[in-house]
């Protein structure tokens, strides 16, 4: 499955469950930073890099 995040860039996600009636991208923190993945949290945000290039950030819920 593929994660395609507002600045176009493409996160493949892998062992990932899909939910078709959820309407928002819910993505585990743990399993992005065991990938290799940044995650920074503040202000209600998150931003998700790899190898300090910014993927993509979104609103936490």
């Known amino acids: ?3 395609i995040m507002k600045t ?3 996160i493949k996600l892998y062992d990932t469950l899909y939910v078709p009636k959820i ?3 819910l993505v585990s923190v743990s399993k992005l ?3 290799g993945f ?3 949290h503040g202000h209600g ?3 998700i890099s790899l190898k300090s290039q910014v993927l993509g950030c979104g609103a936490n819920v």
Request: overall charge negative; aromatic content about 0%.
């Open 45 to 47: 945000k998150v931003t």
């Open 23 to 25: 309407t928002r991208n």
């Open 1 to 3: 499955m593929q994660l």
């Open 33 to 35: 930073d065991n990938d």
């Open 8 to 10: 176009g860039h493409c």
């Open 38 to 40: 940044e995650i920074l």
